[in-house]
């Protein structure tokens, strides 16, 4: 339980550290949109940490094109970052750092429309049943 509780104050960290360097130093203009670094995940032996990235932008979807020019440019500065990460966060061993996209708006938005299209009321009635009767 306790490495629980290390893995995610370490994810954590390397959450906020990622994102002010988005703000701050990075400078690659693939990452020209707003782009959000959603959660790290840290593995139990602390040697690698996935980082969930957003893309906004487009309503109907992300261009996988643009998915792609973001990672790439994060993954390009991921010298960058592992040593800023080594700077502020005292541990023996930076994890190697692997970045995926994070598509939690995207499904949300996916599950609100089918929900939408079922035509159910707040009160748990549906629109069906109120036309039969």
Known sequence: MRKDYR???LG???RKIISDLLLREIK????SGMVSISGVE???DGSYATVY???FGNEDGKNEEEQA???????SAKGLI?????RQVKVRHIPELLFKPDNSLEYGRHITKIIDSLGIKEDGSNDS???EE
């Open 28 to 31: 690659d203009p693939r990452l």
């Open 53 to 55: 990235v957003s893309i």
């Open 42 to 44: 840290v593995t139990p």
């Open 82 to 86: 592992k040593k800023e990460i080594g």
């Open 129 to 131: 049943e109120d036309e």
């Open 69 to 75: 020019k973001v990672l790439e440019a994060l993954k």
């Open 12 to 14: 954590e960290e390397i």
């Open 7 to 9: 893995q995610g104050r």
